[in-house]
Structures are given as structure tokens and as C-alpha cells.
């Protein structure tokens, strides 16, 4: 079921037809009109393993992306991650930015300040890039606001969330945004927490799409809420 608040499986554009999932991609789809209109939007996909909540949200993405249909960018975290903290996030951001595991550290580190430049305004650019280089799990240079929580490092959790709720926002304001975000009841607590506040607080043309089991309410009761 779908509780609201196509794949390229080739790498050549090519997808195998997606079978009696008209009516979910049509909700879908009419969803995302309402994010572009400037509703923050949250959908989730409920389902037992085997379903096809994954093939029916890479379809989705796969459609999301394609330039008459006007979103910026879409993050997915598809598929489990072996992290123990922010694994989620590693993933979502890493689809954003194009980083590949195990990628070089200078080119990684020069690929999100470029993109996080194209978002930000100049002078925060360091410091957004160094709390989302925190959640790629990437060893990068120090900004002068992370020197100032150094040695708080609650009060530098807290803030980190803020920078990437803010850094999701902007991005929304130059075209509607999409998060998708699969296996929310396996992920990690840490990751649990922030997707949860970015559900609670993020505003502005963004539509985060959530595929989970109906065991997620054992982690999260006010989950539907």
C-alpha cells in the first residue's frame, strides 16, 4: 500500500516494462506535481520483501529525472549498507554527488566542493562541505565552524543535520528535489534519527519517498504520524 503525507537496468536507457503498477507511479507522479507547486511532500511505500517497492521507486526515479519533468536532483539510497552510523546517508549522498566508493580523496573532496559551490553561497562553502563530507565518511580539511564544536561534538551533531537540511532546501529552490530512501526499518539508529528530523523540518519543493516493511512502526510508533 502507499500512505502519503524505471529502472534503467541496462546502463544503455533501455528497461524491462513495469507490470500492474500503473495506479502507485500515477500517485506518484501526481504527488511530485504538488512538491513542484511547493509543497514538501512525504510518501511511503509499505510492503512486505519481494513486492516490488524497489523496482517500482527506480521507475519512479528513472521518470523523476528525465528534464521535462523538472527535478534537480534525486537522491536514492537503494539497497543495505554494512555501516554502522549514517550508512543511509552515505549512500543518499553519494548518489548526489556522483562518489564512488573507494574513490580518491582529492577528487572526491574537489567533486563535492564544486557541486556544493553551484548551491551555496561561497563562503559557507567549506564548512557545508566539511559536515557532509562527516556523512560520506570522508577524511577532509577542517572549516572554521567545525574548529569552533571541535570539542563539543553533540552540539557539532546537531548542527551537522542543520547544514544538510539546509543544503537540501537550497537546492529546492532552484528546482524541486526528490530523496528516496529504501530499507528505512533496517537502517541504523543514527540514520533513523536524522531522516526523521528531515521528515519532521525540511520545507520548501522537496519530496522524500520512503520504502519500508510494516515492522517499522516497532522502531519508529509515530512513524504514520
Known amino acids: 500500500m502507499i500512505v502519503n503525507r524505471s529502472a534503467d ?3 544503455l536507457g533501455l528497461r524491462s516494462p513495469l507490470i500492474g503498477r500503473d495506479g502507485p507511479l500515477r500517485e506518484l507522479f501526481k504527488v511530485a506535481g504538488l512538491v513542484r507547486d511547493g509543497q514538501t511532500r512525504i510518501t511511503s511505500i509499505v510492503g512486505p ?6 523496482r517500482l521507486a527506480s521507475d519512479f526515479a528513472f521518470e523523476l529525472q528525465q528534464p521535462s519533468v523538472g527535478f534537480r536532483h534525486v537522491y536514492r539510497s537503494l539497497g543495505r549498507s554494512t555501516a554502522t552510523s549514517y550508512g543511509l546517508f552515505a ?43 562527516q556523512l560520506l565518511d570522508l577524511s577532509i580539511p577542517e572549516s572554521p ?10 552540539e557539532a551533531g546537531l548542527l551537522r543535520r542543520v547544514v544538510l537540511r539546509r543544503f537540501v532546501e537550497s537546492e529546492s529552490r532552484i528546482a524541486p ?23 519532521r523540518n525540511l520545507q ?5 519517498v520512503c520504502l519500508t516493511r510494516p515492522e517499522v512502526v516497532a522502531r519508529e510508533p509515530n512513524w504514520f504520524e
Open 9 to 11: 537496468i541496462t546502463g
Open 49 to 54: 520483501t519481494g513486492i516490488g517497492k524497489t
Open 91 to 133: 549512500r543518499l549522498l553519494r548518489s548526489r554527488f556522483g562518489l564512488l566508493e573507494g574513490a580518491n580523496l582529492d577528487s572526491a573532496w574537489q567533486l563535492l566542493r564544486q557541486e556544493v559551490s553551484q548551491v551555496i553561497e561561497a563562503r559557507d562553502v567549506d564548512d557545508v562541505c566539511y559536515f557532509l563530507g
Open 145 to 154: 565552524l567545525s574548529r569552533v564544536f571541535a570539542d563539543d561534538p553533540a
Open 177 to 199: 528535489v526528490c530523496l528516496i530512501v529504501d530499507d528505512v526499518h533496517t537502517s541504523d539508529a543514527d540514520s533513523l534519527d536524522l531522516l526523521t528530523y528531515l521528515i
Open 204 to 208: 520548501g519543493c522537496v519530496y522524500v
